[in-house]
């Protein structure tokens, strides 16, 4: 049987095929150090799993909305100014939110610019949605708004900014940001911000936000998550804030596509919501420390910008990659030889890196770059 060209031109995440090859190593009986995995080492907090167990028990287990639960729309609206649950849209995480934004503003042939490194999914995304993905290279991981100027053609619908970033940690300057608004706004382009990492920030550091920018609203379109945020990855709860005309568009796709996020997560949200940044503040500290330590280490060996957020490293390991060897070759060494596994650059469009995590127990980053420095 016959495939549509649509899939056979779509890779598989670079991210789900190490993790796979993890996982059968470990079933082997190996002692893998899992330096390659993007999700917080907390658990959930305590009033998220109660909230989500008094939904079930109290018989929160049906249809509900397909754009979501109105108070939990309402309450995410209040980090909007000017925005009500009318500019909300509550999805299957942000991985669901970003794939249906493209297939709601990409025509056959659209244009969508992406700085480079980017996360895995977002060009097969466009892709999946008819478009094409029009890579940007950054400089020193930061934005660089003559590149994106100079990238914009007649086809071009939108630019993706994604900050913190996912795989550098690099966290973008407000003047930039501001830039990239300016541009979209002469352009009458799309200006969709991934900001999944926005409590990850480090050094005392304010992460703008796209929002900020009062005049680019209309073409803005934020998407965020509760899954690095509050330590939630499984409930797969994200969401979009934009014009309600977009909202609106974006709501008649997903009634189609998966109707209503899972009900009782949705109060385990709402419950999140209640609790202030401060509360998560251990998470940022700790998360910080971790940085510090892995940042000094990487440096022992290769040459690695200091992200401010997020929580991977993205150093540049090409001294190391002789006779041909790529990363994607480097990576699988290190899992194989030593049992410490991270991520090649080539899924993020970068031969010549590799993305280290940090988020894991300080004993097991200890033991990771002690073997990743035995090993080189």
Excluded at 259 to 269: D, E, H, K, L, P
Excluded at 300 to 318: H, M, N, Q, T, W
Excluded at 335 to 343: D, R
Aim: with cysteine; charged share 20%; net charge negative.
């Amino acid at each position: 049987m016959k495939l549509s060209d649509r899939i056979t031109q779509i890779e598989a995440s670079g991210t789900v095929r190490f993790t796979q090859l993890i996982q059968q190593l470990r079933g082997q009986g190996r002692d893998i150090i899992d330096l390659a995995v993007g999700e917080p080492p907390y658990d959930t907090p305590g009033v998220v799993l109660e909230a989500t167990k008094q939904a079930l028990d109290t018989g929160k287990t049906k249809y509900s909305p397909a754009a979501g639960l109105p108070e939990l729309k309402s309450r995410l609206a209040q980090q909007f100014d000017g925005y009500d649950q009318r500019n909300i849209v509550i999805s299957n995480g942000s991985k669901q939110c970003l794939y249906t934004m493209f297939q709601v503003i990409c025509n056959p042939s659209d244009q969508v610019i992406i700085p480079r490194p980017y996360w895995v999914s977002f060009p097969q995304q466009v892709k999946l949605a008819g478009g094409r993905p029009v890579f940007v290279d950054t400089s020193n991981h930061q934005l660089d708004c003559d590149k994106i100027e100079r990238a914009i053609t007649s086809k071009t619908r939108a630019i993706l900014i994604n900050s913190p970033n996912n795989p550098t940690g690099a966290v973008y300057s407000s003047e930039a940001l501001a830039g990239v608004g300016k541009i979209a706004l002469e352009h009458n382009l799309y200006l969709i911000s991934d900001e999944a990492y926005c409590l990850f920030v480090y050094d005392g550091y304010n992460a703008a936000s796209l929002f900020n920018f009062e005049d680019i609203r209309p073409l803005l379109i934020i998407t965020r998550s509760f899954s690095k945020h509050y330590g939630m990855t499984g409930f797969r709860i994200g969401y979009v804030a934009a014009s309600r005309e977009f909202i609106r568009a974006f709501s008649v796709l997903q009634s189609h596509l998966t109707g209503n996020v899972c009900t009782f997560g949705q109060y385990g949200a709402l419950a999140a919501l209640s609790m202030d940044d401060r509360d998560l503040e251990d998470w940022r500290t700790d998360m910080q420390h971790k940085r510090d330590y892995a940042w000094q280490r990487a440096t022992e060996f290769f040459d690695c910008v200091k992200p401010r957020g997020a929580f991977y490293l993205f150093p540049d390991i090409s001294r190391y990659l002789k006779n041909g060897m790529t990363s994607v070759e480097f990576s699988e060494r290190l899992l194989e030889n030593c049992g410490v596994a991270v991520v090649p650059g080539e899924v993020f469009g970068m031969a010549e890196h590799i993305r280290i995590s940090y988020a894991v127990s300080e004993d097991r980053l200890v033991s990771g770059f002690d073997k990743i420095a035995e090993a080189l």
